[in-house]
């Protein structure tokens, strides 16, 4: 079964500052990576995905992700934050037709003024 | 594309009932998942469906059951509720078809059951 590490879970950050959210995840077979958004009161938004191909995926808002096979990590970064972009972010694992997402903990990010 | 609804939003109910919740995927996805968010034990695959058959189920006792309809959408039931049954119950779908991007999972707002 699959394991899913979230380094952090809370990130407080300035605005206009650049935030990164570590995940790392067990399995070494091939996987479906993901990161999720929650506001508060709201189910899960996709924030990106890394399926196959090149190891850098851009997402909406501004983020984007690094695959690290070797590593087994798939770390959320965006250069510069805003206050909107406080909330839940969830990392999750899907392998290859496993019908499933495995989630980490979450790692809760403030942004302040 | 209308996304993934589910009724209702909010539940109370009493330990020992049961509660039925529902989902409707987006038009044309054929595989409804749920999962259950509580604070303590995070976000937990409950099971899934793809065309009314169950391809996949969590490690949740039997008193969480699900069944899909022909049009896609997804009951979850759970009977004889316990307080730890409070949570948010997210419901997500996706193309099913297993090929990464068809299986991209897409959420809907929850059901927030609280049990008293």
């Known amino acids: 079964a699959q394991s899913v590490t979230q380094l952090d879970s809370q990130v407080p950050v300035f605005e206009e500052a650049p935030v990164e959210l570590r995940c790392n995840y067990s399995s070494s077979v091939s996987v479906y990576l993901f990161w999720y958004v929650q506001y508060p009161n709201q189910g899960l938004q996709l924030l990106l995905k890394?399926?196959?191909?090149?190891?850098l995926v851009k997402g909406i808002n501004g983020f984007e992700a690094e695959f690290n096979k070797s590593q087994t990590s798939f770390h959320l970064r965006k250069p510069s934050v805003h206050i909107s972009d406080t909330a839940e972010y969830f990392c999750a694992v899907s392998d290859w037709g496993d019908y499933k997402l495995s989630f980490g903990a979450g790692t809760t990010v403030t942004v302040r003024a | 594309k209308a996304g993934v609804t589910q009724t209702p939003r909010y539940l109370i109910k009493t330990r020992g009932q049961q509660v039925t919740l529902s989902c409707s995927p987006i038009s044309g996805h054929r595989s409804v998942s749920w999962y259950q968010q509580t604070p303590g034990q995070g976000l937990q695959f409950l099971f899934e469906?793809?065309?009314?058959?169950?391809?996949n189920k969590g490690n949740f006792p039997g008193r969480f059951s699900g069944r899909q309809f022909s049009n896609s959408r997804s009951e979850m039931n759970v009977s004889t509720l316990e307080l730890g049954d409070s949570a948010l119950y997210l419901c997500?779908?996706?193309?099913?078809?297993?090929?990464?991007?068809?299986?991209?999972?897409?959420f809907g707002p929850g059901t927030r059951l609280t049990v008293l």
């Open positions: 997500a779908s996706s193309l099913g078809l297993g090929t990464g991007e068809e299986d991209t999972q897409y």
């Open positions: 890394y399926l196959s191909g090149s190891t």
């Open positions: 469906y793809f065309s009314e058959t169950q391809r």
